[in-house]
């Protein structure tokens, strides 16, 4: 009745399979061809940022020329960018122009700034008034749920109302007669 079992001394071979050479190579070129084509356009934008700096400080000396005085400015005509340029006013008028633009522009940033600190306190008042929302919403469902257990604990008092009044006596003198109510019974004794 004795069966042998054979074991064999054989372990099972582990198959990874490995993706062949050719699709790595095929990823890798996908993936260099992707690697040239975000250079090139990574070229691109680097040039346009050039000529669009280039363009924006030829405007800046055209602005300049057109303050500076420069001959163009002396005389009245017109600068390189077509705009007629007005004859320059005195000098104190100047300095006065220049220091209430000045005083504009600070205004004009402190303004900004007040509206930036006046938007994120809006913002963090509403955050506070839907944390005090979330607060009365739970304190309400508690209070809700302590009534319905405060109407429970009324209901089972009522319902055992006339069962309490007829044990008026404390549990501790009820123990201590009941030996005595038992000899009382079975010797006949009164109550």
Do not use: C
Not at 151 to 170: C, G, K, M, R
Request: proline residues 3%; without cysteine; glycine residues 6%.
């Amino acid at each position: 009745m004795n069966s042998t079992i054979l074991l064999t001394a054989t372990e099972p071979a582990l198959k990874l399979s490995r993706p062949s050479a050719e699709k790595w190579a095929a990823a890798l070129a996908e993936e260099r061809r992707r690697l040239l084509e975000d250079q090139e356009q990574l070229r691109e934008r680097e040039e346009n940022l050039r000529r669009y700096e280039a363009r924006l400080r030829s405007l800046q000396e055209e602005i300049e020329a057109g303050r500076g005085g420069g001959p163009a400015g002396r005389s009245g005509g017109t600068a390189a960018s077509g705009v007629r340029v007005m004859s320059r006013a005195p000098f104190g008028d100047e300095a006065a122009l220049m220091a209430g633009w000045e005083k504009l522009h600070r205004a004009r940033e402190l303004l900004e700034a007040e509206q930036a600190h006046l938007r994120e306190d809006r913002l963090a008042i509403r955050d506070q008034e839907q944390q005090v929302k979330k607060r009365e919403a739970a304190v309400a469902a508690r209070e809700q749920a302590l009534a319905a257990r405060e109407s429970q604990i009324e209901a089972i008092a009522v319902a055992d109302a006339p069962v309490a009044s007829e044990h008026t006596l404390s549990a501790v003198t009820r123990l201590t007669r009941v030996p005595f109510d038992m000899a009382r019974s079975v010797f006949g004794g009164k109550k």
